[in-house]
């Protein structure tokens, strides 16, 4: 998330941070000018972000607890309570630095694992969390840090209103939420490449012009509250969720995203992307600085940059540049931002030795890579990625389109060989991690992949909570054992554990398939639709999916009862027979209290609306407790006897 210590700006503060930044700009401007820069040698870098889960697969907000117990300072926090990044001390990229980036991982994985027992919880590297839902994603579940509350409240004030998810995959999800939450939902394992002033254009095209295809072989995100989506569904999360742009600007006019692969290709110097995004995105918070950046170049030092550095943690590019400063020289380096977390860490290190050496090798293959693939396609190949994976047909060079896997085992793993070879990566490690990649490629067997397979094998057993709690302690055990995705079986369902844990709140198995009517429409619709579906309730609900009604069987029976209704040709409608305001619950209402409310008001019936307003998001009957009453006494009763005392 960037720079932490941070304040809200407005006024006369805005356009001092202002006057900061652009002296920073000037000043690295004058950086490149002098040959200030660090050059002839290559530094590689990783961030981590994993999420906290407890004993039942559920998100664990205990991230404030965790780190209290480290004294790490590589270790800390994101967005939410459940959330916790680590970042790997830079290596030269060379000789065995893969292995040792990977001990580092490893290290600092057992250090969070180590903090987090005595809070109940445990660290996983995983995308998004299948069990999360959306009252986790509550503002009291964010950490409690000044820049995420300001983030927070600049962007609901910049878009003039809450934050909206609408994405369709093979289901499809549409949602609002008063939270900038929806970020946690996501969590990423980044990469860090360090280049030369005169080679950043370059190589940023080639950053670009990556993106597609490299994704497509390590998405590993496609189900969110449930719903299977994109392959990387990720990338649609965080484009929307930290959206700034108005719902009322004017269709006429052209406004950049927050969060963007970018609009066109770098021509010369790193200098024209700092500039362009300090020229179309306002300043969101300043951060505490006395730096005089073009004194201190003066007298020979050099400056921190901490109002840029600032401001370019608030634009979101996929490949980010950014400038840095190590062991006392300033460095430029691009930030791979769209990878996923997981599925184990030989996954993640094979993504970053593919990266890497597609980073070392890609820009001498190809110098003339403008002119041979038009950046819109480049653009177009990144969102393909993100929405169908191995599965989608990219656009490369001289106007050639090929599969995604042909593209990668083909062209980009040679080139990926080489250029590990090229910078004396050790044979070992990178023809290990590589192939890794090109078997997964071949297979087709990627986490996103995994994921569905899972989900279509359970399909029909238990609730979807007992499936998604499968699927999260499926991935943890596969995790634990260290082999690479593309090795894994599916997940079970016997792996969810306990099942009070899928069955304590509403949301986790009530019915979000619903068959509703209008009140102004005829009652023998609805008739109709409970005689041929086998349903006992129909909710009925406005044109806004508002609802203003339920109407049962026991309405029919009266209505069918009346001797007015025998003799006329009278034509009834629902809103005449419906009962309206009827006694809802909410998906985090706890099952015994729903339990409570059936038996208080004598009803069998209760809708399901979103938290906070009257949108019908769900149903659940009596029908449904002696379902699951039903599977459990099955459960029971099929135990293997325990055996006898000896």
């Not at 999420?51 to 039942?56: K, N, S």
């Not at 254009?201 to 449930?226: E, R």
């Amino acid at each position: 998330m960037g720079t932490q210590e941070v304040e809200q700006v407005s006024g006369e503060q805005r356009r001092l941070f202002m006057q900061r930044l652009l002296t920073d700009v000037k000043a690295l401007e004058r950086m490149l000018d002098e040959g200030l820069f660090e050059t002839g040698v290559r530094r590689v870098g990783v961030e981590q972000e994993l999420v906290l889960v407890d004993d039942h697969w559920q998100p664990a907000p205990v991230a404030v607890e965790t780190l209290a117990r480290i004294t790490d300072e590589r270790v800390t926090h994101e967005l939410g309570r459940f959330n916790v990044e680590f970042n790997c001390d830079p290596v030269v990229f060379t000789g065995d630095c893969l292995a040792r980036v990977r001990a580092q991982i490893d290290e600092l994985l057992a250090t969070v694992a180590s903090a987090a027992a005595p809070s109940g919880a445990r660290p996983l590297l995983i995308g998004i969390l299948p069990t999360l839902q959306l009252s986790d994603l509550c503002h009291a579940n964010i950490v409690p840090k000044p820049r995420y509350y300001a983030l927070d409240e600049l962007i609901r004030a910049q878009r003039g209103g809450n934050y909206e998810l609408r994405i369709k995959g093979i289901d499809e999800i549409t949602i609002e939420h008063e939270s900038i939450m929806l970020e946690a939902l996501n969590t990423s394992f980044q990469l860090h490449f360090q280049v030369a002033p005169d080679e950043f254009a370059l190589a940023f095209n080639a950053a670009q012009a990556l993106a597609g295809p490299v994704l497509a072989a390590c998405v590993n995100s496609p189900i969110l509250f449930g719903k299977r989506l994109w392959r990387e569904t990720r990338i649609a999360i965080f484009q929307q969720a930290v959206d700034t742009r108005p719902e009322a600007s004017p269709h006429e006019r052209d406004q950049l995203a927050r969060v963007r692969f970018g609009e066109r290709w770098c021509k010369d110097s790193v200098l024209e992307l700092f500039k362009e995004d300090v020229a179309r995105f306002r300043v969101m918070f300043g951060a505490e600085t006395d730096e005089a950046p073009l004194d201190a170049l003066d007298q020979g030092q050099i400056p921190k940059l901490t109002a840029l550095c600032t401001h370019n943690s608030t634009v979101y590019r996929w490949n980010r540049p950014c400038y840095g400063i190590t062991e006392g020289k300033p460095h430029l380096r691009i930030e791979n931002r769209y990878l996923p977390s997981g599925p184990s860490v030989t996954d993640e290190m094979a993504n970053a030795a593919l990266w890497f050496g597609l980073m070392a090798a890609l820009p001498a293959a190809f110098p003339d890579l403008t002119e041979r693939l038009n950046f819109e396609d480049a653009a177009n190949n990144f969102v393909a990625a993100a929405r169908a994976g191995l599965e989608s047909q990219l656009a490369w060079l001289d106007e050639r389109t090929l599969s995604s896997a042909e593209l990668v085992r083909e062209i980009l793993l040679p080139l990926a060989r080489e250029g590990l070879a090229s910078s004396g990566i050790d044979a070992t490690d990178a023809d290990a991690l590589l192939e890794v990649i090109d078997r997964r490629v071949e297979t087709g067997r990627t986490g996103a992949r995994w994921m569905l397979a899972s989900v279509a094998k359970m399909q029909g057993q238990g609730t979807r909570a007992e499936r998604l709690s499968a699927l999260t302690a499926g991935a943890a055990s596969r995790q634990d054992e260290g082999e690479p995705a593309h090795t894994w079986e599916p997940a079970t369902l016997d792996e969810a554990g306990s099942w009070e844990q899928n069955y304590q709140r509403v949301g986790q198995y009530m019915v979000t398939d619903l068959l509703t009517v209008q009140e102004d429409e005829l009652i023998d619709l609805a008739a109709s639709i409970m005689e041929w579906e086998h349903v006992r309730h129909v909710p009925v609900e406005d044109a806004d999916s508002n609802l203003v009604g339920m109407l049962s069987n026991r309405e029919l029976l009266r209505l069918l009862a009346d001797p007015k209704r025998q003799t006329t040709a009278q034509t009834v409608s629902v809103g005449d027979m419906m009962r309206r305001d009827p006694i809802c619950v909410t998906p985090e209402t706890l099952t015994i209290e729903a339990i409570a409310l059936m038996r208080e008001h004598k009803i069998s019936c209760l809708p399901v609306v979103a938290r906070g307003s009257r949108k019908l998001v769900g149903i659940i009957t009596e029908h449904d407790f002696m379902r699951i009453a039903g599977q459990l006494l099955e459960r029971e009763l099929t135990r293997p006897d325990p055996a006898p005392p000896a």
